[in-house]
């Protein structure tokens, strides 16, 4: 089979395609025809030894896919061959023809989604889900900011907490991605690039009940003064360290809280996409495709998911 290959940790640019084996599997294990792989910027962190993730070698990268059961382990339950599935992990990487799937972190694909767009769905929403309503405990009718909203787990995080009747407002850096946010149905987009764009929600009486924050180490010290009284923060990204006053969440009896959905465990992934599947097969979700890559352009897709003015989920198609 073709898989995409990288020898050590190193860039985008050495990842190359090459014909393997087709994987085994033992009796708890799956195996899965990939036909879409997602991209997101863990799968370059892991590629590239950095923010303390490891791997070994050779190493394929993808943690997200989505594709067809070619075989279940005697010891699984609950799937059959020929079943459309998306994984949020996998046991030898979906950027190849065929990846080792673990049933506790496959599911059903709604059947209204494409295998594209079911790729988008393992970290992305999943993560969304946990942030929102996981972590930050969101509620029908709460005033929630999603605070850098076009990328994957943004764009996710729009048509959740939409979907929960929440008052969503969001952030984006260019005016395509105000664009994109206006179509998801944001009627109030923010420019983060405006070092006051928060200036106005920094007061109780006008402050976000919940902010979904992508970028702590730049906006972090803002969003504790935009918070309303009982307000929260949950932590999605951040690269770098960042200065706040511990008085902006004393006087709010605010919180900041940290989602990483390395730390989720089998149950909660269980019940999340059980959550996910009836939004998803009634139209309520549904992932944005920015851009489709073959096997070949990998590299260039492990370059492109680190850059600003993310509009969507990057995917490599495998035919």
């Known amino acids: 089979m073709k898989s995409v290959q990288i ?21 708890d294990q799956l195996l899965i025809a990939v036909k879409a792989a997602g991209v997101n910027p863990v799968d370059t962190y892991i590629r590239s030894g950095t923010n303390n993730y490891t791997t070994s070698f050779p190493h394929t990268p993808g943690l997200d896919g989505a594709g067809i059961i070619d075989a279940v ?33 496959t599911f059903p694909l709604a059947d209204t989604l494409s295998y594209e767009e079911g790729a988008c769905l393992g970290i992305p929403y999943t993560t969304a889900h946990r942030a929102l ?38 952030s984006a850096g260019t005016e395509e991605g105000k664009a ?10 923010l420019d983060h690039t405006q070092a006051d764009h928060l200036a106005p929600y920094q007061t109780l009486d006008q402050g976000f009940d919940v902010i979904i924050e992508m970028l702590a180490n730049h ?48 149950a909660e992934l269980s019940l999340i996409a059980k959550s996910l599947y009836p939004l998803l097969n ?24 680190l850059k600003s003015g993310a509009q969507g989920n990057l995917i490599i198609k495998i035919d």
């Open 133 to 170: 309503l996981g972590r930050a405990n969101a509620k029908t009718g709460e005033k929630v900011l999603v605070h850098g909203a076009t990328g994957a787990v943004g764009i996710a995080t729009v048509q959740l907490a939409r979907a929960m009747g929440m008052e969503v407002i969001a």
């Open 219 to 266: 906006n972090l010290d803002q969003d504790l003064k935009a918070l309303a009284f009982g307000g929260r923060v949950a932590v999605v990204g951040n690269r770098g360290t960042v200065e706040i006053n511990p008085r902006d969440l004393m006087a709010r009896d605010a919180a900041v809280m940290g989602v990483a959905l390395a730390n989720i465990k089998p």
């Open 73 to 105: 382990g005697d010891n699984i339950k609950g799937f059959h061959v020929g079943q459309r599935v998306y994984f949020s992990r996998n046991l030898s990487g979906s950027s190849a023809e065929f990846a080792i799937g673990i049933p506790t972190h």
């Open 180 to 189: 994109l946010l206006e179509s998801q149905g944001v009627q109030t987009v």
């Open 282 to 305: 009634g139209g309520l979700l549904k992932p944005v495709v920015r851009k489709t890559y073959s096997l070949e352009e990998t590299s260039q897709a492990h370059e492109d998911v």
């Open 7 to 27: 020898q050590n940790y190193g860039p985008a640019s050495e990842l190359s395609v090459e014909n393997i084996a087709t994987p085994t599997i033992n009796a």
